[in-house]
């Protein structure tokens, strides 16, 4: 058992952990050389240019001046300065709102953190529960719930503390969900014309033995949408093309390598083999070889794009609907078309950069067995995952090792690193596993056929999160693998999982304290640091890059990862949520994780990740949602803590707790969901006449043309044809949503505009506009 | 255990007691007098008038036609002549897909008895499993699963059969879905003009300090569908206007049975007490005291009348908004019209009958509550509803009686009727609480906020199943109340529950075959004697009735009954899947229930049902749901029964069977479940181009104008001011609705044209018109 002593031993070696990762960041970062790697978002707006370009040689590279590094912590209130509205137009709501996620953690567990110390504190240490019962104990179970005698009336303290957190994590939740649904609405509503705006997916347009698709989905709109339907675009198979595209991506890199290497070292002319990973086959002179095949690819791909568009094969039963109004749009997503309900299925089309093009084309009946298939196989994956895992551990022992690769042996053979082998082989299978994890549960969620890229990570979040509550959470709390647990479960009641559970709990404090302390502390810190980043940047600097273009290819802004980032959090929520009340010790670690994550993800945001598409924060109902399951299970392991500690009369008053609990979350679900689903007419209605009144003259059959061809069409295109002015309007499109003029001079540190400049002040005009009644 | 021969004579008394009500009923039905009771529904249709007009005194009350007596079975063919199209023009599409109900059971089990009997019966007859364990058994257990020995292979028969009964039901389920849903669309397709179908219900208007509610929704409306707006009638709270006409009835029945009688007797004028019940209170003379009564009660609705009109606090947030075609209104009731989704809320207005009038002021907020109640209260009334059942109980004893009844002393205190009391009072309170049950599920629906009756009905439905399928099916299954059996459940393991129940199984049938036979049998062939409105009918006759008017007012044709008739037979469709497989011997007892049942209420359905309203069959994905969980706890049961009969190499082959079913629930819930929530925007399209096409200058205003008024209103205002020219256009409606023109002639006996007469050949037309691609 961990003492007081022991947990902050621990805490020490994280905290020094973590600063070390901090101080790294804080000299790396004033390096004009890992500029791009720990400021590409300002790059990627076009804010911030090479400091390569001037200044002498050595500070080109290196930063020399000393002042500098003495606020190397600086960069924290930097982060913070940003205000939200701001950080809106800057990278998106999506990210704003993320953000919120770690400031709605903040909200919850600071009050609870006062309430709990200075009323559960007290109740808990002035018991001599432990010392009696002669068990061994630490000081860290002498505040908590372990310290109070079976059956004793204190554990009313408990149950009132147990309706305090809920009705202040209820309270806060209400409120989150309250302004992130606003947020939401006055972004759309305040945000630019999009095409999304007017536009509409259509899918399992019914085939026509007498109409092509486009000419099918023409009549039908007509027909059934006659004052507002503008024009449509249909969906094209291109997934062979985006495949030679890519490929020829590819071979062009390993041309510029060549060449690189070739004026270097002007002597020798680079040569390769043509065989599997260039081990072996035929020796050729590998840019000659390279330019032949970057030529015939791009034969290929010209011929593909003539095929796509004349074949209609290559044309899917879907298509992009656009029409005259928002209004129009919004009733068009709404309602359903056609008698049959599966054909002529009408959704808002996502945003282009959102859309997943390749699973556009999956018919109806298909997919609900594909989700079948793929809950069938989450199950195994999550409760039988560890059989696979076992095997190859089984596998790769150090005979198998020394088989296969013979020439290790003598290397193996010396004692110290056999012994390092052999205590690190078997966990290999099971890390590697787990850093495969998220792109195993990704490719699930595209199988599905889920059409944008927001929904796949939304998707990929939720199972991400199932596997950790079952694989992390219960696995350390019952110690034993899942599938042992699976048995002991079938096996025992269902009244007696959140006893069986539940007297885990308070054991298993000073276990996720080390736990937050590692993963939470530690590793956000860590991430600040783009290790990975950092070093590929450098290494495709070194090989590959010749001008300003491939230098900005080279840069890898990276994203937030919902689907890895968010399951994160919410095992915070849980682990706080269920110690709140029986362990309050445990709350200022999570509050830490809260704050440090914030401060680092708020400054990843301004300064590095840049968000591929923009949803609108339509992952707020699953983040909700989450945090509320996390609230049912806390109190459920509650109750089922107090049934064994014979407070019978206390317990039924937990009862009432999860019933109140889901009857809050079915109020907001029908409160706030439906702004993240649908699109009110008023809100259309209002828009379209606004602008009408704006512009009478625009011509909206031309913005909207080619906005849903798909990327890599135009990629092709541009690709091929040097810019020919088809993709104009849509590049035009990309532009206005992207460049915010901003007074920006500052170039060595972060640089921070918080003054509401002009480009924000329309914003405050409009949400006057909102307010108004 | 009772024996073949036990069984047989069971049945024996059963179909003896089935045909004597039958008998009863043939004879009964042929006498004039009982027309009314018999045949309202021809009477409400005005196809038939009251024969008592014409002929001998003596054959207006008794058929003296002993030829008619001989075919005393020939409602029977005559019920099934009727095509079906003819029947829902007849009754409705509501009674028709009503019908198919037990058409499907009869399509279900007919295929499953041949394939049973062919295969398991002989499977488990060869075998002497209970001879050897010298169990006592019977006739029918040799029959049944039981007879297998343990671990034997045979019982791979039994999964093959469990597999294609699943098959087969699941296919007869998606085909019966398939065709309810074309018959749904097509009759709402062929209908003739109806105002719901240019109607929305908007809910929760928002109060305004400027507008009035009517002011609003006008405003609202025209901004936000500018182009389909027509006009709206909002929501009037005529609760208590409706109290009065009710009161103002009941007194006017009294004070026309007090004229009766005093015609009857000259000689002295009836007199009555005031006091409560006519028991105490001064004494009056009755027929001047209720002809005072009555004017005073006029008055008040008068003055009730014009409150409601003119206060803006009768007024409620809720309207009735029209379109000008039916896109509009289908446009406006697929969508969200506000930001905040808890404001104009819009949904398809119930046609005007289906109203639930009562219900429409509820706020949006207390909804959520109000249903989390009941869901409360529904879990204590399924579980612990023996408890103030026993408590009633424990106070109806002898004694209790003797105290409070003092003057019933000297009779009670025989023996012979003492001991028939002792026996007979502790079950009487039971017996009231069940015949309650299904006005309390009523109530508890209406306390929810469900705004049509159809929707109520199906409501109480689904609880009124859920509670059989607690408090009779598992009750009879597991001996013991249910209350001991939740802690059973509570104590066991989820893994154990199937096997717990499915052990039983087999050991019930004999109980479950006498069940349906006394239910089913007797139950069914005592439904269609009617004795209680027969005896009802006759009483008012006697006392009430001096014009054709009032006799019309004395039938009571009652209706379907959905949410009491409906979960009824979902009890055989559970008891017959889950015997299926087990005990087939069962499965004809089920099957002459079903047919049994066809005939008798296609035949009231004919001739007596009135129904109140027309859903166009929007119950049936709650009767296709049903069937499904059936057919899943039937294949959990199959499980659990095999898993005790160590047959451990068989029943994996049966896990993927509840999977695969509840795949295809949610298959069939997305392609057909839309047909019965959403209305197609094509169809709605479709109907309107027809109608312009036909009508072009049809005054849509004036006809939809005062259709949504609430029927008191028109009630009070038709009494009052003896039919105004206000609701005529209404009462036009309602006459265009019902009268349909046929060439009936017969009068004595059940009328049933047969052939496709005029009325039904625009169908043929429009179904032709339907399958045109």
Partial sequence: MATLGDIGLAAAINIITAFIFLIAFAILRLQPFNDRVYFPKWYLKGLRTSPTTSGAFASKFVNLDYRSYLRFLNWMPDALKMPELELIDHAGLDSAVYLRIYLLGLKIFIPILFLTWAILVPVNWTNNWLELSKATYSDIDKLSISNIPQGSHRFYAHVVMAYAVTFWTCFALKREYETVAKMRLHFLQSEKRRPDQFTVLVKNVPPDADESVSEAVEHFFLVNHPDHYLTHQVVLNANKLAKLVEEKKSKQNWLVYYQNKYERNQSKRPMMKTGFLGLWGEKVDAIEHHIAEIEKLSNEIAEEKDNVRNNPKAIMPAAFVSFKTRWGAAVCAQTQQ?????????????????????????????????????????????????????????????????????????????????????????????????ILLPTILMIMSKFEGFLSISRLERRSASRYYLFNFFNVFLASVITGTVLEQLQTFLKKSVNDLPATIGVAIPMKATFFITYIMVDGWSGTAGEILRLKPLIIYHLKNFFLVKTEKDREEAMDPGSIGFDTGEPQIQLYFLIGLIYAVVTPLLTPFILVFFALAYVVYRHQIINVYNQEYESSAAFWPDVHGRIIGALVISQLLLMGLLGTKEAASSTPFLLALPVMTI???????????????????????????????????????????????????????????????????????????????????????????????????????????????
Avoid at 383 to 411: D, H, M, R, W, Y
Avoid at 735 to 764: A, E, F, H, I, W
């Fill in 663 to 773: 009857g809050f979350h079915k109020y907001c679900k029908g409160r706030f969901e439906p702004a993240f689903i649908r699109n009110p007419l008023q809100e259309a209605m209002m828009k379209d006449t606004l602008e009408r009144a704006r512009e009478p003259n625009l011509n909206l059959k031309g913005y909207l043309d080619k906005a849903y061809l798909p990327p890599i069409f135009k990629e092709a295109e541009s690709d091929s044809e040097d810019d020919d002015d088809d993709d104009d309007g849509d590049k035009k499109w990309a532009k206005d949503n992207v460049l915010v003029p901003t007074k920006r001079q500052s170039r060595r540190n972060t640089p921070v505009p918080s003054k509401m400049s002009n480009g924000s002040s329309p914003n405050l005009l409009e949400i006057q506009e909102k307010d108004r009644p």
């Fill in 338 to 434: 056609a008698r049959n309900p599966t054909l002529w299925l009408t959704e808002w089309a996502p945003e282009p950069r959102d859309v997943y093009w390749p699973n556009l084309a999956i018919p109806y009946v298909s997919l609900t067995v594909r989700r079948l298939l793929m809950s069938v196989a989450f199950f195994f994956l999550t409760f039988f995952f560890i059989i696979p895992v076992a095997f190859v551990q089984s596998l790769a022992n150090i005979e198998g090792l020394e088989k296969t690769a013979s020439f290790l042996k003598p290397i193996i053979e010396i004692k110290p690193i056999k012994a390092f082998i052999q205590g690190f082989l078997p966990g290999i299978a099971l890390k590697i596993f787990l």
